[in-house]
C-alpha cells in the first residue's frame, strides 16, 4: 500500500460517494470508511455503497474498527485502534487474506506489532489533528523516522496530513498518507487529492 489513503469523514461540499468517487480518480490508493456516529444500518448502507463504488477500480475499502460491518459489506479489511478488538479476534474473525490495519500510538505498540500478520501500521498521530481527538503525543517526523527504522510493515501516517507537509512525512519514512480534511472538507476533492499525489509521487522518488 504507497500513496494517498483516503480516510472519510464530514464532506461539506458533496455527498460521501461523489467524494470518494472523484478521490479514486485522482489516484488515492485506499479508501477507508470511518463513521463516528452514524447507527448500524446507515453504516453498513454507506459500507455497501462504497463498495460498489470501488468494485473494479483495485483500491481496497477498509472500515474502520467495525468487524461486523467488514463483514456484512464484503470490504477488504478493517483499521483498528488500540482500544478496538484484539487483533487475534479480529483476524480469526476476518480470515488470513482480509488487510488489517493496526494504528500505534507508543513504542510498546510498535513493538507488539512486529510480531502480527499486519497489513500496515498506522503511526497515529503525525501530528496533532482536531479531526481526531482521542490519541497520544504526537510522534512528530523524528518518530515516524524512528519507527521506519525498524518496523517491518508499511507506515500509513496518519494526524494534520495535508500538501504542505506530505513531502517531508514522506522523506521521513511513510509509505502512505491518511487524509481525511484535506480531501472532504475540499470544494474540489479531485484537485486535492491530485495535489496530495504529486506532493507524494515526487518526494516519494526523491528517496529512491
Request: charged fraction near 20%; proline fraction near 4%; include cysteine.
Amino acid at each position: 500500500m504507497e500513496g494517498i489513503y483516503l480516510v472519510t469523514g464530514d464532506c461539506p461540499h458533496h455527498d460521501l460517494n461523489t467524494v470518494v468517487a472523484r478521490a479514486v480518480r485522482a489516484g488515492v490508493c485506499c479508501v477507508q470508511l470511518r463513521e463516528k456516529t452514524a447507527d448500524t444500518r446507515a453504516f453498513l448502507e454507506r459500507a455497501l455503497a462504497l463498495k460498489a463504488l470501488l468494485s473494479g477500480t483495485g483500491i481496497p475499502l477498509v472500515i474502520n474498527d467495525r468487524i461486523d460491518i467488514a463483514l456484512a459489506a464484503g470490504a477488504d479489511g478493517v483499521h483498528i485502534g488500540q482500544s478496538d478488538m484484539p487483533y487475534e479476534k479480529a483476524r480469526a474473525l476476518l480470515g488470513n487474506d482480509s488487510i488489517i490495519g493496526l494504528s500505534v500510538e507508543t513504542w510498546e505498540d510498535v513493538e507488539a506489532a512486529q510480531n502480527l500478520d499486519l497489513a500496515y501500521i498506522g503511526v497515529s498521530p503525525v501530528f496533532a489533528t482536531p479531526t481526531k481527538t482521542d490519541t497520544k503525543s504526537p510522534w512528530g517526523l523524528s518518530g515516524l523516522a524512528r519507527i521506519r527504522t525498524f518496523s517491518r510493515h508499511p507506515l500509513v501516517a496518519i494526524g494534520g496530513l495535508n500538501p504542505g507537509n506530505t513531502g517531508e512525512v514522506v522523506r521521513a519514512g511513510a509509505h502512505s498518507i491518511a487524509v481525511v480534511s484535506a480531501i472532504c472538507a475540499a470544494e474540489d476533492p479531485f484537485e486535492a487529492a491530485r495535489d496530495l499525489n504529486n506532493e507524494f509521487n515526487t518526494a516519494i522518488e526523491e528517496t529512491r
